[in-house]
Every structure is written in structure tokens, then in C-alpha cells.
């Protein structure tokens, strides 16, 4: 079936460091990519999104990228503060699908 | 908040036990979704209600029994529960069943003895 690998499962960094977290999908008909932030006692919340018709989207702190042809994407989060400590969960699906397909998580933790 | 209320936020059962989730969405969503999260794992997605109507049923075991009684409400009930089915249950709502966003309620942590 349909699969999205997440790396890495864990990962620490200081505080005001950047931090990347990586995923890879399988469906090559996926044209939508969002990137939930999971934190403490909390469902996940998206917190940023994007289509196959771009390649990159930035909000503030936070960027998507998208490789479309090597069937990457990657959440870019810079100058990390303690509040963007949470497990992050990338997904794909196609827009005809009610289905996203979720990465394992990756544990963010900032160190201050 | 989300808009997304789960209760109750914490289950303790036994395996001959039978107990009910229950989700209430505020958004005036017309989609909900059941998911399973378990440690290190992808969210699984249990089942999907569209306009009241169930849509997916991944497969999943019949101790686990669904129902929507409208648009705002869900339900799971659940019946001679497995240890392994320890897990966070959660809910969500989308505004139809492809619609983007989908937003969480806080979970059930539900433990079976």
C-alpha cells in the first residue's frame, strides 16, 4: 500500500538552531503535503501546507519544500524556540481522496 | 481550541467491558474521521462519516462500532476490547470528505486491562 517514511524520529537541537525533518512518499499522484504539530495532550494541528504546483511555501519561521521527481518534502523550522518542542507528522493524498497518509512522527526537542 | 471536543479524555476498561467515545464537532463540518495513534506509529484511520454516511471502514475489527447520529456528533463504541487496543483514539472533522484541514479533538487515552 500507500506509505510515507518520516526521518528522523527524534531530534535535538539548540535553542535558536534550525531544524529539518524529512519525509518521502510513494503515490506519485500526491498532490497535497501537510505538516502537523502534535504537542503534549493535544490532537495534531496543521501548521503548514503544500501543493504539487509549488515548490516551496514559507510562514514566518516555518518552510515547506517539495521535490516532486525524487518524491521528497521537508519541514524547515529556524531560530527554534522552546514552544516549537512537539512530535511533527507529515502527510500526503491526492485532493480525490479523503485519505492522508501519515509519516511515523518525528520528537522535536529544543534545548535551551 | 480547535472546535473539536472529545470526551472522555481518559478510559479505563476492563476486556468484558463496553464503553462509548464521543465527539462533538462546532465547526459546521459535514466530514468526521476516527483515527488510532499509537507510539511511533502512523495515525491509522479507523473510519470516515460523510454527511452521516460511513464512507471507510479500514478494516477495522468489529469490537470497534461506530455511529453518527448527525453531522456534529460521533461516536465509538466499543466492546470485549483487546490489551493492544491501547491506544489514543482520535477524532477529527474536515468541511467535506476530500477538504484539506482536518482538525483534531485532544484524544481518549484509552487503556485496557
Known amino acids: 500500500g500507500e506509505n510515507v517514511e518520516q526521518h528522523p524520529s527524534t531530534l535535538s537541537v539548540q535553542e535558536g538552531d534550525s531544524a529539518v525533518i524529512k519525509c518521502t512518499y510513494s503515490d506519485s499522484a500526491s498532490n497535497y503535503f501537510p505538516w502537523y504539530k502534535q504537542e503534549l495532550g493535544k490532537g495534531p494541528q496543521l501548521i503548514i501546507d503544500?501543493?504539487?504546483n509549488v515548490g516551496e511555501k514559507k510562514d514566518q519561521r516555518i518552510a515547506v519544500t517539495l521535490n516532486k521527481t525524487a518524491k521528497h518534502f521537508s519541514l524547515h523550522i529556524t531560530e527554534t524556540q522552546p514552544e516549537d518542542s512537539a512530535v511533527y507528522f507529515c502527510?500526503?493524498?491526492?485532493?480525490?481522496?479523503?485519505?492522508?497518509?501519515w509519516g511515523a512522527g518525528t520528537k522535536l526537542i529544543i534545548k535551551p | 481550541e480547535t472546535g473539536v471536543t472529545q470526551t472522555p479524555r481518559h478510559l479505563v476498561m476492563g476486556m468484558t467491558n463496553k464503553k462509548s467515545l464521543k465527539c462533538e464537532q462546532h465547526?459546521?463540518?459535514?466530514?468526521m474521521y476516527w483515527y488510532k495513534q499509537s507510539a511511533k506509529k502512523p495515525l491509522e484511520l479507523m473510519f470516515v462519516y460523510s454527511l452521516e454516511e460511513r464512507v471507510e471502514n479500514n478494516s477495522v475489527p468489529s469490537r470497534f462500532s461506530p455511529e453518527c447520529p448527525n453531522s456534529s456528533h460521533l461516536f465509538l463504541h466499543l466492546h470485549t476490547l483487546q490489551p493492544e487496543d491501547s491506544a489514543l483514539y482520535l477524532c477529527?472533522?474536515?468541511?467535506?470528505?476530500?477538504?484539506?484541514?482536518?482538525?483534531f479533538g485532544p484524544g481518549t487515552r484509552l487503556t485496557v486491562l
Open positions: 465547526l459546521g463540518h459535514n466530514a
Open positions: 502527510a500526503a493524498k491526492r485532493d480525490s481522496n479523503y485519505q492522508l497518509i
Open positions: 503544500i501543493r504539487s
Open positions: 477529527a472533522s474536515s468541511q467535506e470528505k476530500t477538504g484539506s484541514e482536518q482538525f
